[in-house]
């Protein structure tokens, strides 16, 4: 995770948590904890130890790696290793709308490019 960027939620706080693989899963949880590159997040279902997950709230994005998951009440406790994190999304978003509507587009090229003929001698 990236050091001088400080991820910051309140216990409570509402996520959408991804399942990144073949087939991506989507569930609703909310932060039990986050401290540094650890978070505990309490899901309505297990979680594999080892996914690869990503996890959303507010204006942040966050990825990391599940290495825990148990039973707590009528829930799951997932405990995640963070490894990236993406703060300030939307300003992202709309700087790449903006980048994108002021690209000119190229104009197309063929694979080879244009064909001269030289002199023979």
Known sequence: MV???QV???TGQPVRVTLLGASEVDCLGQVASLSG?????LLDRA?????AVRVEWDDTLVLGEV???GAAGAQFSVGLNLEHSLL??????????TLLEQ????????????ISKGRES
């Not at 690209?103 to 244009?114: D, N």
């Open 3 to 5: 050091a001088n960027q």
């Open 8 to 10: 910051k939620c309140e």
């Open 37 to 41: 590159a650890s978070m505990r997040l």
């Open 47 to 51: 979680v594999p130890h080892g996914a």
């Open 67 to 69: 290495c825990d998951c």
């Open 88 to 97: 300030h999304t939307e300003q992202l978003a709309r700087l790449a709308r």
């Open 103 to 114: 690209t000119p587009k190229a104009p197309a090229v063929g694979r080879r490019g244009p």
